[in-house]
């Protein structure tokens, strides 16, 4: 398996007022999946995502990617891994607003070893009539895309997206959501989706489902829809 996280647990908070947000998370992606991780607000989907991606630490329990171990790492092997191994998408775009469209991608595409070619990118996510343009000229799909650009031009293994429609419209969502697809099958790409949207779950792998930070059920996908096929 290519992302196994075993017995996972984060709390919050000192004595009376711990809260317990993950109890015992369990589960393993394979290399090139597509998983979709299901949850209402407050279920810990959100802390599964950032555990895996360096942002918070676990206070028990281990994630392994791509057979090594990331957990509770010091700084150092942490921005490491990031830089490495992951690209995010998240809800809020984070572009540099006084950089242009090809300089924030830049800034990613400068960190990786095995980035991908830039003009490539930025072609194949629709973006070269907007390449000299600042964020602020761009609608919400443009700078979603952008954003997307940006996460996949190192070439990460894994791409972590945290509810990457939850700020877009219908049709700029599903249009985020083929680009997101179109990156998994050109690139091989390992892509893990946290949304409390049921219907994305119909695009995926496999679904996983958490609530109250424990989760209930992880099914695989037999026949995943394409993303025109879905609707909500």
């Known amino acids: 398996m290519f992302l196994e996280v075993k017995n996972l647990k984060k709390?919050?908070?000192?004595?009376?007022?711990?809260?317990?947000?993950?109890n015992g998370v369990d589960f393993s992606v394979?290399?090139?999946?597509?998983v979709v991780i299901l949850g209402p607000s407050g279920s810990g989907k959100s802390t599964v995502l950032n555990l895996?991606?360096?942002l918070e630490t676990a206070d028990d329990g281990k994630i392994i990617v791509d057979g090594k171990s990331v957990t509770n790492?010091?700084?150092?092997?942490v921005a490491k891994y990031r830089r490495d191994t992951l690209g995010f998408i998240f809800q809020s775009y984070n572009l540099?607003?006084?950089?242009?469209?090809?300089?924030?991608?830049?800034?990613?595409?400068?960190?990786?070893?095995?980035?991908?070619?830039?003009?490539?990118?930025?072609?194949?996510?629709?973006?070269?009539?907007?390449?000299?343009?600042?964020?602020?000229?761009?609608?919400?799909?443009q700078q979603q895309r952008t954003a997307i650009a940006r996460a996949?031009?190192?070439?990460?293994?894994?791409?972590?997206?945290?509810?990457?429609?939850?700020?877009?419209?219908?049709?700029?969502?599903k249009d985020t959501?083929?680009?997101?697809?179109?990156?998994?099958?050109?690139?091989?790409t390992?892509?893990?989706?946290?949304?409390?949207?049921e219907a994305i779950g119909k695009m995926a792998d496999r679904i996983i489902r958490v609530r109250g930070g424990e989760i209930i059920s992880n099914k695989e996908v037999e026949n995943p829809l394409s993303v025109d096929e879905i609707e909500w």
């Open 96 to 141: 540099i607003p006084n950089l242009t469209v090809k300089e924030n991608i830049e800034i990613c595409w400068k960190i990786g070893d095995k980035s991908l070619d830039i003009d490539e990118v930025i072609e194949f996510l629709g973006l070269t009539a907007h390449k000299n343009k600042f964020p602020r000229h761009l609608s919400g799909g």
């Open 52 to 54: 895996i991606g360096g």
């Open 190 to 197: 390992t892509v893990l989706i946290v949304t409390h949207n």
């Open 11 to 22: 709390y919050y908070g000192d004595g009376d007022s711990q809260i317990c947000v993950l």
């Open 30 to 34: 394979g290399k090139g999946e597509l």
């Open 73 to 77: 790492e010091n700084k150092d092997s």
């Open 152 to 173: 996949i031009v190192k070439n990460p293994k894994l791409l972590l997206c945290d509810e990457p429609t939850g700020a877009l419209d219908y049709e700029t969502s």
């Open 177 to 188: 959501l083929k680009l997101i697809d179109r990156v998994k099958k050109r690139y091989g």
